[in-house]
């Protein structure tokens, strides 16, 4: 098959998930409706950006992340910079919203919030809940760029007081959802470079319902 053949076959796949029941989803490249070449566009917007170190994070957990941001709902949805509409042409696509109504049960969805997020060794994001940033996010999709790195395992739960943490791995051109209403980390990296899209999900295209804390920047690097 054509590279759009199999865009348009992994189009029409048909399961369906229930991110209540099931929180976290996984789905490898052959499962995703990108082509090689979109993967490689996203990377390419993601290598020309500006990114900033943030070491405290809107919900007041700490992190130390370098972030690139393409749209914020501080007030209200808006794109933040030039690259953001070249984002959202491949990541809100039709194939795209199609792929995404698998888990949210709807194609009718907003791009409230997406940013690059790079970790290099020794960064982490500290435990939080998207949802604290905004009560209207429903699930995040994470694009996973990097083939090898070490630590930098998306976490979700704790082993502390009786409970279980559950981690997660995807390879490069892998794709991890979240329901934005279950706490979750990125533990630090030990090597190498761990580097995502993290887009924000949502049924309403509403101003935000909470007053987010201003990020706590440390360094900004530039192209």
């Keep these: 098959?054509?590279?759009?053949?199999?865009?348009?076959?992994?189009?029409?796949?048909?399961?369906?998930?229930?991110?209540?029941?099931?929180?976290?989803?996984?789905?490898?490249?052959?499962?995703?409706?990108?082509?090689?070449?979109?993967?490689?566009?996203?990377?390419?917007?993601?290598?020309r950006s500006d990114y900033e170190h943030i070491i405290g994070g809107d919900a007041h957990e700490s992190h130390s992340v370098w972030v690139s941001r393409y749209f914020n709902d501080v007030v209200s949805p808006r794109a933040l910079s030039e690259q953001s509409e070249e984002v959202a042409a491949i990541v809100m696509s039709p194939k795209m919203r199609h792929f995404y109504r698998r888990f949210t049960g709807t194609d009718q969805l907003c791009l409230r919030r997406c940013q690059a997020n790079r970790l290099l060794e020794g960064d982490y994001i500290g435990e939080h809940k998207d949802q604290d940033s905004s009560p209207d996010y429903f699930a995040t999709v994470v694009f996973h760029f990097s083939p090898d790195y070490s630590g930098g395992y998306f976490q979700t739960g704790s082993d502390e007081h009786g409970g279980k943490s559950k981690r997660y791995k995807p390879k490069a051109n892998a794709v991890l959802v979240n329901n934005c209403s279950v706490p979750h980390q990125v533990t630090p990296v030990e090597k190498g470079e761990r580097l995502t899209l993290a887009c924000f999900l949502s049924t309403s295209f509403a101003p935000n319902k909470n007053s987010p804390a201003a990020f706590k920047v440390d360094k900004v690097i530039r192209h």
Excluded: A, C
């Excluded at 054509?2 to 229930?18: A, R």
């Design 1 to 47: 098959m054509s590279e759009n053949q199999v865009t348009e076959h992994k189009v029409q796949n048909k399961v369906m998930y229930d991110i209540e029941q099931q929180p976290t989803l996984m789905f490898e490249q052959d499962e995703v409706p990108l082509t090689e070449q979109e993967w490689r566009q996203l990377s390419d917007i993601l290598g």
